[in-house]
């Protein structure tokens, strides 16, 4: 991001909104010391939050898990995130939250009567070049079983990305776009940054919640769609020795929405080309999406 235009962004932290380049937290954040918090990426359109209920819902539901006080309603972070786009002039924008335990006094015990941190950041959205969703993209399968990495409930989104991170490093030496991770049992769980979409036999399949997988915001939206337009779908466990009966492959996330994945390591998806289910799904995506938006100013009028 150019210097000119990270100098007129915004952000958050426990109350205050500052310019973001002087907006800081402790060097004895709990989230940094000990990767203890969780996170949300949200995608921005016209200053509102897409899908920001399941959003919020997944946030509150992550930290009380994690024992983490979320101190702003639903309401009042939809607000902030609103008002941080005016500030920074962005009408689309990449919406990060931030929740650490805050304060770190020594040893990991829990202390519920310490304030969490809470950090709300946007971005401009750099957005992918528009002929990676017609040409789709290569991905590897990652050595790294998520499952055994994390060793954490997987529906966490923890700010620690170790397993991910490296996941998406030997996506970058084989010279793809991300990587697969593996479930426990050596199924395909998710990529580095985005849940695993396929097509075999005419079936659209997604690897189910228990193989570890974060629960995705667009995952959950692809699955309401497929659901509601009664088009055949399941949720079961895919391994990496069936890529080559999938007819079609994508992946998903709030920021990318759907791209269509056309091989795996080798194996070419789908003839390496486009398929029809995608361009389908794609475009009920950004109906969604763009009800969302109407529901959402309807909400607010
Ligand atoms: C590991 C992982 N899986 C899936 C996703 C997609 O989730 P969402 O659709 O909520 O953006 C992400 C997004 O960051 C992710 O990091």
Request: glycine residues 8%.
């Amino acid at each position: 991001m150019p210097a000119a235009e990270r100098e007129s962004l915004f952000a958050y932290v426990n109350g205050k909104i500052a310019p973001a380049e002087k907006a800081v937290v402790s060097v004895f954040d709990r989230g940094l010391v000990l990767g203890d918090g969780l996170f949300e990426t949200v995608r921005a359109w016209n200053g509102h939050p897409q899908f920001f209920g399941l959003h919020y819902r997944r946030l509150s539901k992550s930290a009380k898990r994690l024992r983490i006080r979320l101190d702003m309603d639903e309401a009042g972070l939809e607000k902030l995130i609103k008002k941080l786009c005016a500030k920074s002039g962005l009408a689309d924008a990449v919406v990060r939250v931030t929740l650490t335990r805050g304060r770190y006094l020594g040893g990991l015990a829990i202390d519920p009567s310490l304030p969490p941190t809470l950090i709300v950041t946007v971005a401009p959205v750099s957005g992918l070049p528009p002929a990676l969703y017609e040409r789709g993209v290569k991905v590897a399968i990652s050595t790294i079983n998520k499952a055994a990495a994390s060793g954490l409930d997987s529906a966490i989104k923890s700010t620690n990305y170790l397993a991910n991170i490296f996941a998406k490093a030997e996506a970058d030496r084989k010279g793809a776009y991300e990587a697969i991770l593996l479930g426990p049992h050596g199924e395909i769980a998710e990529l580095s940054t985005s849940s695993f979409f396929c097509v075999v036999k005419g079936k659209v399949l997604t690897p189910p919640i228990e193989t570890g997988i974060l629960p995705g915001i667009t995952r959950q939206v692809l699955l309401r769609i497929l659901r509601r337009e009664k088009i055949p779908f399941g949720e079961v466990a895919l391994f990496p020795k069936e890529t080559h009966m999938m007819q079609e492959a994508f992946l998903c996330s709030s920021v990318r929405g759907p791209l269509p994945i056309t091989r795996i390591e080798d194996v070419k998806i789908g003839g390496g080309k486009v398929g029809p289910v995608f361009r389908r799904l794609r475009d009920l995506y950004n109906l969604e999406c763009a009800a969302d938006a109407v529901a959402w100013k309807k909400g607010k009028s």
